[in-house]
């Protein structure tokens, strides 16, 4: 048991959690924005809340930003403070759906002017990439219709194929395309990226630097994320998560909050599949927004719960699932994966902080540490991150 104790501690360490800067700002509903005291006003200011994040859990040195709502003059400045901070600048994501010009879509919209825009914005993503060192562009399109006749299907592929060549073809050695489907909204009659597939044939047609993102909250009810994941890893198409929670529809709550389970049978098919390994490229990213809760500790909680489906899933007796398999026990190996879930890694989790130096307890820690009441108290004026507050 100490030897597989280890192991999990071992692979444990490897693992890294990617937060993103826009669950630091004010979010809410179509309904109302409820702003908090000590929300970053600028990206600089992200970056300090995300770096308490890491100190007290370990394993978040990752920040990815948005553009155009974490722009700044210095890039390279911007990577520097990260790097002081003990971050480093992770994905860019690109944002073409908030521009008027965007009404009927970004990279897909029937009139060349306003693709030609979206792939500009794009390209500046990569040159932004250039300077911060990051090496990964994280694409979300809104694009879509919302009436049967609207535009013509295939011609939108087209018109998504051409901008994503584009963009592919300017990409570096070491820099990746990460590229988000979504199944419904903004666009509720169809939409150009709606599920793995399509982002898989496309990605497939672009070439080894384009992976498929799977955002665990883009899917019909009942979808069975897992097997994505399976096929995306197996078929070297995994470029990363965006970790969150979802009741309804993308509802961006904390990971692992909704269905536990659920993140763990997707962690046990990353395990079963070799993509906790760095070398695989996997990147763990949240893609959250705490509108009601305290925005740090919510990301320390889903950062915790995403290491903890992790350790469960790697509890899982990898040779007695096999040999259950093999001989068609459907109950054994069942009982292997429910035992797996159901041990308490709790436990385990706080000797390997022990062991990196941290507090066992990162929540508490971070409550005694007085950060969220220094950042009231100095935060003031300004306008402050988010949507709308
Ligand atoms: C919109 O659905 C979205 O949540 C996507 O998941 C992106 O990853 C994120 O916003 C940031 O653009
Ligand atoms: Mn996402």
Redesign the pocket.
């Known amino acids: 048991m100490t030897a597989v104790r280890d192991a999990v501690k071992a692979a444990l360490r490897t693992q890294t959690i990617e937060t993103?800067s826009?669950g630091y700002g004010n979010s809410g509903t179509r309904f109302k924005v409820f702003a908090q005291p000590g929300v970053p006003r600028t990206p600089r200011e992200k970056l300090e809340d995300a770096a308490k994040v890491h100190e007290f859990t370990g394993i978040a040195p990752k920040v990815s930003l948005?553009i155009p709502w974490d722009r700044v003059e210095d890039y390279a400045a911007l990577a520097s403070f990260a790097e002081e901070h003990g971050l480093e600048l992770g994905a860019i994501?690109?944002?073409t759906?908030q521009d008027d010009a965007y009404r009927l879509g970004s990279v897909c919209h029937p009139d060349a002017s306003v693709r030609r825009r979206a792939v500009d914005h794009l390209l500046a993503c990569v040159d932004i990439m250039d300077a911060t060192g990051s090496a990964d562009l994280?694409l979300?399109f809104?694009d879509g219709t919302n009436y049967p006749g609207q535009d013509d299907i295939p011609a939108r592929q087209e018109r998504l194929a051409a901008c994503l060549a584009e963009v592919y073809a300017r990409l570096g050695e070491e820099q990746r395309m990460l590229l988000?489907y979504?199944f419904f909204?903004p666009a509720f009659y169809t939409t150009d990226v709606p599920d793995w597939g399509t982002a898989y044939a496309h990605c497939l047609k672009l070439g080894p630097k384009a992976q498929v993102?799977v955002?665990t909250?883009?899917h019909a009810p009942g979808t069975n994320i897992e097997f994505i994941v399976a096929l995306l890893l197996r078929e070297r198409k995994l470029g990363g998560f965006?970790f969150?929670s979802r009741f309804y529809a993308?509802d961006?709550l904390m990971a692992g909050a909704a269905d536990p389970f659920q993140l763990f049978r997707i962690m046990h098919e990353v395990v079963r599949g070799g993509g906790l390994a760095p070398e695989a490229g996997v990147a763990f990213m949240l893609?959250q927004?705490h509108n009601i809760e305290a925005k740090v500790p919510a990301v320390i909680r889903s950062v915790m719960n995403v290491q903890e489906a992790t350790a469960k899933a790697l509890f899982v007796d990898a040779h007695a699932l096999a040999a259950a398999q093999r001989s068609g026990d459907v109950l054994a190996a069942n009982a292997v994966l429910m035992d797996a879930f159901a041990t308490d890694v709790r436990p385990l989790l706080r000797e390997v902080r022990e062991e990196m130096g941290l507090d066992a307890d990162p929540l508490a820690a971070y409550a005694r540490s007085g950060w969220a009441e220094r950042a009231a108290t100095e935060r003031v004026g300004g306008d402050q991150a988010g949507w709308g507050a």
């Open positions: 993103p826009w948005h994501n690109a944002n759906f994280k979300w809104a988000e979504k909204e993102v955002d909250g883009h965006d969150n993308d961006d893609d927004c």
